[in-house]
């Protein structure tokens, strides 16, 4: 019989914590979940109730038995945990206004991940993680990271190769997209493609291969760009 789990997200009052918590519904065989700790900060308190609330409604609604528990105390939930997931924003949305307007005022880039507005955001991030990381070296030294927040890959990178942390994962939506769009553009299945990707998150490239090996890829933005053509 398979462990019982304790997931501990961070930046539980997230929009994006409804569909974590429907992607963990649907795998529950495969993740046997006992407990979900969301935790925010207390300029997200009342956030953090109503998606909790949520949360919980939504595994009440499956035959599986799930609790879910909103806290502030970042130490008390991180207690025995075995695995972590991060999705926060330092600094809230007002922070991010700043990291694209700041930029763009100077003719460059502003994004949360790449340019001068990743930079900011990473410069923010960076000494949260670590106090993250190091509470869990205390807390829960067996547990694995998940990293969502943004600058996904310098923010990973950090946590591995200068906070020692490796039990690692860093986690981007934007090729998951492709790979769960494109395929269908063309008329396919996922499992009969081959993805390679390069580049970091949010500013990445791939090349897309059949199970022959043969790259497709000029093949699938032509289908791409005839849709586009026909929407417009």
Known sequence: MRKAIKIVTIGGGSSYTPELMEGFIKRYDELPIREIWLVDIEEGKEKLEIVGKLAQRMWDATPYNVKVVTTLNRKE??????????QFRVGLLDARIKDERIP????????ETNGAGGMFKAFRTIPVIKEIVDDMKLLCP???LINFTNPSGI??????KHFGWKKCIGLCNVPVNAMMNEPKVIGMELSELNYKFAGLNHFHWHKVFNEDGKEIT???IEHINLLRKNTH
């Open 155 to 160: 923010i990973t990178e950090t946590i591995i």
């Open 77 to 86: 939930a991180l207690a025995g945990t075995d695995f972590v997931t991060t």
């Open 218 to 220: 000029a093949q699938l």
């Open 142 to 144: 067996d547990a694995w």
């Open 104 to 111: 763009l005022s100077h003719g460059m880039l502003g994004q």
